[in-house]
């Protein structure tokens, strides 16, 4: 039976499209931003809380209101829980998902989800602010996860997640914070911001050459909006293959038939999650 708080987050009791596991919340204040906003932590099916004993990787999400429950989303859940829930009946896989709730405006969430130089491609008003967001979770979130709840803390069964903006500041996040981060889950990553010649000078000054103990998930679909993803993404699995990443730490799934939504996503996230913890 589930506890009802657990030190600082709550489990909710709210309406909800979630089949599998236990959804805690916590609305908090954020170094980098001027509103409270939830944190969400996902217990899988099998977590047990009198049990101590047994311990579970994390992955740390962005837009942690899309993961479980479509009613508190715009465009539709990732329904990780059901995917979650395959998994641990099919490969005994299990894992704990902790997200941010994103800004309520598209121009924040692009502030902050970017690594800290101008993208070439718009005019932002601001400058980019990710590396305030990454060193959040790994300095700050990260320690009060591990205090609360039964997790493994190594950097191996510890991943950094998200879609889109979220993509880029999570193959950005495990490079920055290399020594925390073992696993980049990136879906759609918005590479596209830069152009060719700022994207590669900026792949060279993350070193990612020199992460490959860190597993890299790159996912891009093809179609309509999503088209745009699609070279950059290539040019950095290209650039990281040539720089001595393999199969075992680097994978790429390009869908030619997938938009640019919350259902591809969906759709391969068992694989990337499974890629981490195989």
Same mark, same amino acid.
């Given at each position: 039976?589930?506890?009802?708080?657990?030190?600082?987050?709550?489990?909710?009791?709210?309406?909800?499209?979630?089949?599998?596991?236990?959804?805690?919340?916590?609305?908090?204040?954020?170094?980098?931003?001027?509103?409270?906003?939830?944190?969400?932590?996902?217990?899988?099916?099998?977590?047990?809380?009198?049990?101590?004993?047994?311990?579970?990787?994390?992955?740390?999400?962005?837009?942690?209101?899309?993961?479980?429950?479509?009613?508190?989303?715009?465009?539709?859940?990732?329904?990780?829980?059901?995917?979650?829930?395959? #998994?641990?009946?099919?490969?005994?896989?299990?894992?704990?998902?902790?997200?941010?709730?994103?800004?309520?405006?598209?121009?924040?969430?692009?502030?902050?989800?970017?690594?800290?130089?101008?993208?070439?491609?718009?005019?932002?008003?601001?400058?980019?602010?990710?590396?305030?967001?990454?060193?959040?979770?790994?300095?700050?979130?990260?320690?009060?996860?591990?205090?609360?709840?039964?997790?493994?803390?190594?950097?191996?069964?510890?991943?950094?997640?998200?879609?889109?903006?979220?993509?880029?500041?999570?193959?950005?996040?495990?490079?920055?914070?290399?020594?925390?981060?073992?696993?980049?889950?990136?879906?759609?990553?918005?590479?596209?911001?830069?152009?060719?010649?700022?994207?590669?000078?900026?792949?060279?000054?993350?070193?990612?050459?020199?992460?490959?103990?860190?597993?890299?998930?790159?996912?891009?679909?093809?179609?309509?909006?999503?088209?745009?993803?699609?070279?950059?993404?290539?040019?950095?699995?290209?650039?990281?293959?040539?720089?001595?990443?393999?199969?075992?730490? #680097?994978?790429?799934?390009?869908?030619?038939?997938?938009?640019?939504?919350?259902?591809?996503?969906?759709?391969?996230?068992?694989?990337?999650?499974?890629?981490?913890?195989?």
């Amino acid at each position: 039976m589930a506890l009802n708080k657990i030190g600082i987050f709550e489990l909710d009791k709210s309406k909800t499209t979630m089949k599998y596991g236990y959804h805690y919340k916590a609305l908090v204040d954020l170094p980098f931003s001027d509103a409270k906003r939830h944190i969400r932590v996902w217990l899988p099916e099998d977590y047990d809380f009198e049990d101590k004993t047994k311990k579970f990787p994390v992955i740390y999400f962005s837009d942690g209101q899309n993961l479980v429950n479509k009613y508190l989303t715009t465009f539709g859940d990732w329904g990780l829980d059901k995917v979650a829930h395959k #998994l641990y009946k099919e490969k005994n896989i299990s894992f704990i998902a902790v997200g941010i709730d994103c800004p309520k405006d598209d121009k924040t969430r692009g502030l902050e989800l970017a690594p800290p130089k101008l993208p070439t491609r718009y005019r932002w008003d601001g400058f980019p602010y990710a590396d305030k967001f990454v060193d959040y979770i790994a300095d700050e979130l990260k320690p009060i996860i591990d205090k609360l709840f039964h997790t493994k803390k190594d950097k191996k069964s510890t991943g950094i997640g998200g879609s889109s903006m979220g993509g880029i500041m999570a193959f950005y996040g495990a490079t920055r914070q290399s020594d925390v981060f073992g696993f980049s889950l990136d879906f759609s990553p918005a590479f596209f911001l830069y152009n060719k010649e700022t994207w590669l000078k900026m792949l060279e000054e993350y070193a990612v050459k020199d992460k490959k103990d860190t597993k890299f998930f790159l996912y891009v679909g093809g179609k309509d909006y999503e088209a745009m993803f699609v070279n950059n993404t290539f040019l950095t699995y290209k650039y990281m293959k040539k720089n001595g990443f393999d199969q075992n730490n #680097l994978a790429l799934i390009y869908d030619s038939q997938m938009i640019h939504h919350e259902t591809a996503w969906n759709k391969y996230l068992g694989e990337a999650i499974e890629f981490w913890l195989k």
